[in-house]
Nanobody, 124 residues
Framework: QVQLVESGGGLVQVGGSLRLSCAAS????????MGWFRQSSGKEREFVAA????????NYADSVKGRFTISRDNAKNTVYLQMNNLQPEDTALYYC?????????????????WGQGTQVTVSS
């Protein structure tokens, strides 16, 4: 059973930056990809970014390319999401996600474990 705990969310002005972190713990056997999804009020949960076990394969939603960077530290079982040039449309509850195996997740259906979420609010 994998547990995920996110941190780093908060309130930031337009153009500002935040760094989200997500630590995995529990009984983890095998390799796993990690990622971030987000959900804003009245909308479905959407893919943001994902990274493979080795970190060599990353994937981003078009809306965040060039602004967000995902990375991971396997020694700490932690994934990070550096978010720069934040915009009001980035306001959402951000969820950490784990998919066991080598493939990175790109849809919510591919995720096996979710964190509890951390709120990001961008004020204009």
């Amino acid at each position: 059973q994998v547990q995920l705990v996110e941190s780093g969310g908060g309130l930031v002005q337009v153009g500002g930056s935040l760094r989200l972190s997500c630590a995995a713990s529990g009984r983890i056997i095998g390799v796993y990809a990690m990622g971030w999804f987000r959900q804003s009020s009245g909308k479905e949960r959407e893919f943001v970014a994902a990274v493979s076990w080795t970190g060599s394969n990353t994937n981003y939603a078009d809306s965040v390319k060039g602004r967000f960077t995902i990375s991971r530290d396997n020694a700490k079982n932690t994934v990070y999401l550096q978010m720069n040039n934040l915009q009001p449309e980035d306001t959402a509850l951000y969820y950490c996600a784990v998919r066991m195996g080598w493939a990175v997740p790109s849809t919510a259906d591919e995720v096996g474990t979710w964190g509890q979420g951390t709120q990001v609010t961008v004020s204009s």
